[in-house]
């Protein structure tokens, strides 16, 4: 039998503790974004069929749509997928060789984030 060997690598499970870098942080916000968007697409899916079902399935989507908390969901909805969106593009930038340095990955990071705030608060200005 073969004796057990212990690693010496660190364990740590307290998710509090952990300090990703900016990459990291960009990469687990688009994967969020990716489930949101599959999770959310059910919901606008359902509605859209709703409104094209009837008159009154379209004054029924219309009204829901009004409400102060449709109106948050929707935003949520639109923020993934202007997030999802801008990291993607980054990503097909990168599948063409340009920021896959650290720095590069790093300015890339920050791009972003800083694209994607300003078109979340463009969205939300829009929606309400």
Do not use: C
């Amino acid at each position: 039998m073969k004796k057990a060997v212990k690693s010496q690598r660190p364990v740590n499970l307290d998710l509090r503790t952990i300090k990703l870098p900016i990459t990291g942080v960009t990469s687990f916000l688009h994967r969020v974004s990716g489930i949101i968007l599959f999770l959310g697409i059910g919901f606008m899916l359902y509605a859209l069929s709703k409104s094209l079902g009837s008159e009154e399935g379209f004054a029924d989507v219309k009204a829901t749509l009004t409400s102060p908390l449709a109106k948050f969901v929707a935003w949520g909805l639109l923020s993934a997928l202007l997030y999802h969106l801008v990291a993607g593009v980054r990503h097909l930038i990168m599948d063409m060789g340009i920021g896959e340095t650290l720095e590069g990955g790093k300015l890339g990071s920050k791009i972003i984030i800083a694209v994607s705030a300003v078109l979340i608060v463009l969205a939300g200005v829009w929606i309400w």
